[in-house]
């Protein structure tokens, strides 16, 4: 029995295995702050592309476009008039409804689109710009400024 007694034999710790470390630990699964970090960014994403899709930034843009293209293609005062009055006015009853915006005319529609942002439109701009829209013949036609009335009633957020 002298070959089992462990005190017998000299080497028993040479017997033993080997002592190592654990192993490293690995990097999934993510631990829960991760996941919460996670969650939040895509929360972030979400609502970044819900704002940047909405309807009114859609339609804002639209306007824009169409505005862009109006002023590059259209010759002549009476025809630029008409194609911003008209744009505006369709940008109008979308964005603040038809209500408020169908019954209006003359005067009465350049003071809603001028407290809407329009301000390049007060004064002899805007009674000049209705009158080349609408038929006669404008003593100053602004240009310039028909177009920067109509740019900034589309870009106001009011």
């Known amino acids: 029995m002298g070959t089992l007694d462990p005190v017998a034999q000299p080497d028993w710790l040479a017997q033993l295995a080997p002592a190592h470390a654990p192993p490293p630990v690995g990097w999934w699964p993510l631990a829960p702050g ?44 009476a025809a630029l008039a008409h194609a911003l009055e008209h744009l505006v006015r369709r940008y109008a009853v979308v964005r603040y409804g038809r209500e408020a915006v169908a019954g209006l005319s003359g005067n009465d529609w350049l003071e809603f689109a001028i407290a809407h942002g329009a301000t390049q439109w007060q004064g002899a701009t805007g009674e000049a710009l209705l009158q080349a829209a609408y038929g006669g013949t404008p003593q100053q036609a602004n240009r310039p400024r028909w177009v920067a009335g109509a740019r900034a009633f589309l870009k106001a957020r009011k």
Request: with cysteine; charged share 20%.
């Open 34 to 77: 991760w996941w919460g970090l996670i969650l939040l960014l895509v929360a972030a994403i979400v609502c970044f592309w819900l704002r940047y899709r909405s309807p009114a930034q859609r339609l804002r843009r639209s306007g824009l476009r169409e505005l862009a293209q109006v002023e590059s293609t259209t010759a002549g005062d």
